[in-house]
């Protein structure tokens, strides 16, 4: 099993649309939780940290539900620009941050 | 700030030669620096952790004899592919954790590698 996984889409919607993704990890000593976001051949860019209590960055919601061990990203009206992948990403503290990133889920908003 | 280079961007080799890629901190001392590595359409592995001045830590399954790598100062990490073969081709990202942003990894540009 996959330490983060991820539906890998692709989501395809229209400009103007909300959009949800998901993630589950599955190792429950996961410290700290991340949304980042890829565009082809290029290096993945943070986007967001994720805590329990939610937490929002203009048309962007991240959240965390640590039972379940589940994240989710929401993006509200979307913009041809976020047409990227979008990585799901936890970390532990092995004396250093350790990334695990999930394969991403991939979104293309058209016209 | 926070900002790391990679260099090069792109290289094409022969089979069996070696690489050399650079990762630099330029606007900050960087205390621990990471290599990963990503094949097309899957995620990004962290092959290896570096702190300057001490040898670099291998995650499972990463040859250290094939990926040496080489902190040299705070600002400075190498990985050098030896003896490259086609199955080493793969995008090479390195990243960066110092300076305010404790604990906060800033990556590079990433290296194309494709080894014929």
């Known amino acids: 099993r996959k330490e983060v996984e991820q539906d890998p889409g692709p989501f395809n919607v229209p400009e103007g649309a909300t959009v949800a993704f998901n993630c589950t990890y599955s190792?429950?000593?996961?410290?700290?939780f991340f949304w980042y976001r890829q565009d082809c051949r290029k290096e993945p860019k943070l986007l967001m940290s994720v805590y329990s209590s939610g937490n929002e960055d203009g048309r962007f919601t991240a959240q965390l539900n640590r039972a379940s061990q589940y994240i989710s990203l929401l993006i509200r009206d979307s913009k041809l620009s976020d047409s990227a992948t979008y990585l799901c990403?936890?970390?532990?503290?092995?004396?250093?941050?350790?990334?695990?990133f999930g394969t991403g889920t991939r979104l293309l908003v058209s016209p | 700030g926070a900002v790391v280079s990679q260099h090069p961007s792109r290289v094409i080799c022969k089979s069996g030669t070696s690489v050399k890629i650079e990762c630099r901190s330029l606007?900050?001392?960087?205390?621990?620096m990471f290599w990963y590595r990503q094949f097309p359409k899957q995620s990004l592995m962290l092959m290896a952790t570096s702190n300057e001045g001490s040898k670099a830590t291998y995650e499972q399954g990463v040859e250290k004899d094939k990926f040496l790598i080489n902190h040299a100062s705070l600002t400075l990490s190498t990985l050098t592919v030896t003896s490259a073969h086609p199955e080493d081709s793969s995008f090479y990202i390195c990243s960066a954790e110092g300076g305010r942003s404790y604990n906060e990894q800033f990556f590079g540009p990433g290296t194309r590698l494709t080894v014929l």
């Open positions: 606007d900050f001392q960087a205390t621990t």
């Open positions: 190792n429950s000593a996961s410290q700290s």
């Open positions: 990403v936890v970390s532990m503290n092995t004396g250093f941050q350790k990334l695990v």
